[in-house]
């Protein structure tokens, strides 16, 4: 049977009663496959919030907590027993004076996040993200922490997490710094782990934020007052028609970029060995899209990869599915990956070997694949005390993709290292380039876009574990403007304007493939036509 809890999170200045905040959460995790219905009532939750980063963050919070309460057969009478809860702390305030507590009572029915999700559409900020699924078929390298050898690990079950809601947030307009990071982690403790910051940061934080990245600044994060952690996803979703599409840059201008890039490269006394292009491409529909429906339908795109959503309060809707993790930690081991070089799938199985096999052959990729792994293990190794380098390559495969992999991990020396590990790692040459700052200057030079979240990290900070994924494969979607889709490719010697194109397109298919391309309009005309 599938279990289930229902949750809130009581975030509060106990000394003022009137300032005390309560927030509904409800977190599922099950192995059952059996679909149930459920309905799903929408919820009002609090207006106020506060920006976490506004205290001091040299001093923490009074308390941290999680009270778990007698399971009940439904989520209406865990409703019933959480008021009941919430009652009793407003009459009997703890002696702190301030602190954030989380009542969660466990239930025996199954809730899928995507549709509860989707039922709180006028309900913001929102946040989604979720692990990888297919942990069973993946193996981890870990760190050995008595002998330092790598080793495997399998079945790592994690979970996926939708939320509405803010009990606290964090954004500032600065660059994200250590003293933001000690902001959020003192809302968080090892003791309560799914207590959870969720958010994203901008790829370059000293570039100005254009309009549609205003609501996010340079980073955001928020603790949802409303979630629910499931495993699986479902949903369909119902095409939307193109009015227009425009990319930037166009075709024209990008092979002029791309040209431009190599021939930089290709001087013999320039330091530019990579640089990561980005195309934007805006498109208008003739009905607004949804971005939860987006969001469930990449879910289907790939287990292998992560889907995100991040929805501030009067701001856009941040949505993605990428297949690339930044770090993960639990306690002080660290994992990351190297990932570059990108093959369509093939329609059999003889002709996406005969492919995969291309991929690890190219010496074109294998050069864009080393500079990557090379530049993570080196970041790994001035933070970490030992570090452990999967040897050779492998080819990870998606939906629709696949791409040349490799597993990193290593040990922290404390667990404040985990912001020099974000802070260093970010932005990896997947993304960005190498050397960085050659190739960030290059981008800022030549890409008339603002980037925003676009290939910044994005995931969550726990008390004991942080897991982060890279944002690619992203778009922003906002009501009545339509979507901005992202997409990059890694130029290096060899590289090919009209190739690295056609890897832009394969890249945004997974939202393109949710778009018809006429208009519906158009076509009734066309077939009237062919019946007279």
């Known amino acids: 049977m599938a279990a289930a809890a229902v949750a809130r999170h009581c975030l509060a200045r106990f000394t003022d009663s009137e300032t005390t905040k309560c927030t509904l959460s409800y977190f599922h995790h099950t192995s059952s496959r059996q679909s149930i219905q459920v309905f799903y009532n929408k919820y009002q939750v609090c207006t106020l919030s506060m920006n976490g980063c506004q205290g001091d963050s040299k001093f923490p919070i009074g308390t941290i907590e999680t009270r778990t309460l007698g399971a009940v057969p439904s989520p209406a009478v865990a409703m019933e027993r959480l008021n009941l809860a919430i009652g009793e702390l407003k009459s009997n305030l703890p002696p702190c004076s301030s602190g954030i507590i989380r009542l969660q009572v466990p239930i025996q029915q199954q809730i899928e996040a995507i549709e509860w999700l989707h039922a709180q559409d006028e309900i913001l900020p929102r946040c989604f993200f979720s692990g990888r699924r297919g942990r069973a078929n993946a193996s981890n390298l870990l760190i050995d922490t008595i002998n330092g050898n790598g080793y495997t690990s399998f079945g790592q079950n994690l979970v996926s997490v939708a939320g509405v809601g803010s009990a606290v947030f964090f954004r500032q307009l600065h660059p994200f710094s250590y003293d933001d990071w000690k902001s959020i982690k003192r809302f968080l403790s090892s003791k309560c782990p799914l207590i959870r910051a969720y958010g994203a940061i901008r790829f370059d934080a000293r570039a100005n934020i254009s309009s549609e990245w205003k609501a996010f600044g340079s980073f955001y994060f928020m603790v949802p007052q409303v979630a629910s952690i499931v495993v699986k996803l479902r949903k369909e979703s119902s095409k939307e028609f193109i009015l227009s599409n425009n990319h930037i840059p166009n075709k024209t201008h990008w092979d002029l970029a791309v040209?431009?890039?190599?021939?930089?490269?290709?001087?013999?006394?320039?330091?530019?060995?990579?640089?990561?292009?980005?195309?934007?491409?805006?498109?208008?529909?003739?009905?607004n899209i949804d971005p939860i429906s987006w969001l469930a339908c990449l879910q289907v795109e790939g287990e292998n990869g992560y889907?995100?959503?991040?929805?501030?309060?009067?701001?856009?809707?941040f949505i993605g599915n990428t297949p690339e993790q930044l770090f993960h930690r639990k306690w002080l081991s660290i994992s990351?990956?190297?990932?570059?070089?990108?093959?369509?799938?093939?329609g059999s199985t003889t002709l996406d070997l005969e492919i995969e096999h291309d991929l690890l052959s190219s010496p074109k990729d294998h050069l864009e694949f080393t500079i990557v792994r090379e530049s993570i293990q080196n970041k790994l190794e001035s933070v970490c005390e030992r570090v452990a380098v999967e040897p050779k390559k492998t080819v990870r495969k998606l939906r629709r993709i696949q791409h040349?992999?490799?597993?990193?991990?290593?040990?922290?020396?404390?667990?404040?290292?985990?912001f020099e590990i974000l802070s260093s790692l970010h932005p990896t040459p997947a993304v960005c380039g190498f050397p960085t700052e050659t190739a960030r200057l290059f981008i800022s030079e030549t890409e008339l876009f603002d980037r925003g979240m676009f290939a910044g990290p994005v995931g969550w900070f726990g008390g004991g574990e942080s897991e982060f994924a890279v944002g690619i494969r992203s778009a922003l979607v906002q009501k009545g403007l339509g979507a901005l889709i992202y997409a990059g490719t890694g130029i290096v010697e060899g590289s090919n304007p009209t190739l690295e194109w056609d890897e832009l397109e394969l890249?945004?298919?997974?939202?393109?493939?949710?778009?018809?391309?006429?208009?519906?309009w158009q076509s009734k005309v066309e077939n009237l036509e062919t019946i007279n």
């Open 336 to 346: 990351s990956e190297a990932m570059a070089g990108t093959r369509a799938r093939g």
């Open 259 to 287: 040209k431009r890039a190599l021939e930089i490269i290709n001087t013999s006394n320039s330091p530019l060995i990579k640089v990561v292009l980005a195309r934007s491409s805006k498109v208008l529909t003739a009905t």
């Open 507 to 520: 890249k945004t298919s997974q939202f393109t493939k949710l778009l018809q391309l006429e208009d519906p």
């Open 404 to 418: 040349l992999f490799s597993q990193l991990a290593g040990n922290l020396k404390t667990e404040d290292d985990e």
């Open 307 to 317: 889907q995100f959503c991040l929805q501030p309060p009067n701001g856009p809707a």
